[in-house]
């Protein structure tokens, strides 16, 4: 069984971004169900998986990442991005979803990792 795995990096400030919050949704049609929330820690890391086990599912999701509480923690003026919403798919659940979040306060980036 694998699990879901995210963390952010600020190529602003090149240093992980933490303290950042996240809320995790499953996609069921045209609707977004909360599976829950969190925040990053001092790695820019969650200390758990966001899904894991048999919370670990095949499916369409999003992970929304709030970007301007973090940016005005640092005192950075972020007038373009508020939230970043990102959303995949889980297509085979034996295997590892990493999606990392690469942000500056005029853009934003990601992939899937391992």
């Given at each position: 069984?694998?699990?879901l795995?995210?963390?952010?990096?600020d190529?602003?400030?090149?240093?992980?971004a933490?303290?950042v919050?996240?809320?995790?949704?499953?996609?069921?049609?045209?609707n977004?169900?909360?599976?829950?929330?969190?925040?990053?820690n001092?790695d820019?890391?969650?200390?758990?998986?966001l899904?894991?086990?048999?919370?670990?599912?095949?499916?369409?999701?999003e992970?929304e990442?709030?970007?301007?509480s973090?940016?005005e923690?640092?005192k950075?003026?972020?007038?373009f991005l508020k939230?970043v919403?990102?959303?995949?798919?889980?297509?085979?659940k034996?295997?590892?979803?990493?999606?990392?979040l690469?942000?500056?306060?005029?853009?934003?980036?990601t992939?899937?990792g391992?």
């Amino acid at each position: 069984m694998g699990k879901l795995t995210t963390h952010i990096l600020d190529t602003t400030l090149g240093t992980p971004a933490e303290m950042v919050s996240i809320n995790l949704y499953r996609r069921v049609g045209s609707n977004s169900e909360h599976i829950m929330s969190t925040q990053t820690n001092k790695d820019g890391r969650c200390d758990e998986p966001l899904l894991s086990e048999d919370n670990f599912q095949e499916g369409c999701y999003e992970i929304e990442f709030s970007i301007d509480s973090y940016y005005e923690a640092k005192k950075i003026n972020c007038p373009f991005l508020k939230d970043v919403v990102i959303r995949f798919y889980i297509s085979n659940k034996d295997e590892n979803y990493h999606v990392p979040l690469l942000i500056s306060p005029f853009s934003y980036s990601t992939y899937r990792g391992s």
